[in-house]
């Protein structure tokens, strides 16, 4: 009777696997062909609005590593987009146009950042990571406020894009959103190599029961700053792709609630997931848009749908397709 029974039992795993991967499929094929149809529809908004997705679902994907994976939850993940962004903008500033100046130094002062913040956060755990993530986010917040020289407040203008010596021109558009679509794809793939790597495996480890690995002698601690360091670096390189995306940064980017929606991405794509953090992006972004357009108030809608999905969804998107919703 159990062989009888064990088909049965296997066919709705089978189904939601296959209903998973092929949504997936759906997706990065429209977000593949998308350029071609902005340009045979001539609506470039389409294509402006996708490639914010892309850097976003970017910072989304690093954000996922250290929190979906080593239950690390950082409130203050989205100061290093502005980090990111300002080392371009101060960059551009004092005539440095380079990308190849640019966005290694994006990276390397979000991966310097990210240091400093972990090697004094990760001591705690809990509330007490959660609220000093969030302090060292506003301070950096405050600080870019008091950059004068940089826009202050006002935020800063960059009139010229990263120059690659002709190789690759930023200002082609469709150009521009492949890249931005090559590096999620990389992101993607580093993050699934990093969880599937013994450090990865370490990492989920010591979310599970830090107390037991510390006891057969892993050094947490060092692990978990590294995955820190390298969350800060990948959120950086984002940062750096909106400030030649959007041509301007200003400290409102750093804003805890710029961190709110990064985790409310991933959460909603699916925390843990491969492509979790693509999925929230795109729903997330879509929903914010749409929403903006029916209503003056669209989070007195977003705030409730958003509700409903932490509660009855607890895979977020991603979860549901696997079956594991409810």
């Not at 009777?1 to 088909?7: G, N, Q, R, T």
């Not at 029916?294 to 979860?319: F, K, N, S, W």
């Amino acid at each position: 009777m159990s062989a009888s029974l064990e088909p049965s039992l296997q066919a709705p795993r089978t189904f939601w696997l296959t209903a998973r991967a092929a949504f997936i499929a759906v997706v990065l094929a429209v977000l593949a062909l998308l350029p071609a149809y902005a340009a045979l529809s001539g609506d470039s908004f389409v294509l402006i609005l996708f490639t914010r997705v892309l850097i976003l679902a970017i910072g989304a994907v690093s954000l996922n590593l250290i929190m979906g994976y080593g239950g690390m939850v950082s409130f203050g993940h989205a100061a290093y987009l502005g980090i990111g962004g300002y080392a371009v903008g101060i960059l551009a500033k004092e005539g440095i146009n380079a990308g190849l100046v640019q966005w290694p130094a994006a990276i390397a002062v979000s991966a310097l950042y990210a240091l400093v913040v972990g090697a004094l956060s990760l001591r705690t755990r809990g509330v007490y990571f959660i609220m000093i993530t969030l302090a060292f986010a506003q301070m950096i917040y405050y600080v870019a406020i008091g950059l004068d020289r940089y826009g202050g407040d006002d935020g800063l203008t960059i009139y010229k894009r990263s120059q690659f010596g002709g190789v690759l021109d930023l200002n082609n558009k469709s150009l521009f959103y492949y890249l931005c679509f090559a590096l999620l794809l990389a992101s993607i793939y580093l993050v699934a190599r990093i969880v599937n790597s013994r450090f990865g495996l370490v990492i989920q480890g010591a979310r599970a029961n830090e107390r037991r690995m510390r006891a057969i002698g892993f050094p947490t601690f060092r692990y978990k700053l590294a995955c820190f360091v390298i969350a800060g670096a990948m959120c950086g390189l984002a940062g750096a792709l909106l400030a030649n995306h959007t041509n301007f940064i200003s400290p409102a980017l750093m804003h805890w609630t710029r961190s709110g929606d990064l985790i409310v991405m991933v959460v909603l794509g699916g925390l843990g997931s491969q492509f979790g953090p693509l999925i929230g992006a795109v729903v997330f972004l879509l929903l914010e848009e749409g929403l903006s357009r029916l209503t003056e108030y669209p989070d007195l809608v977003l705030g409730p749908i958003l509700l409903l999905v932490a509660i009855y969804l607890h895979g977020g998107i991603e979860g549901l397709l696997k079956g594991r919703h409810g």
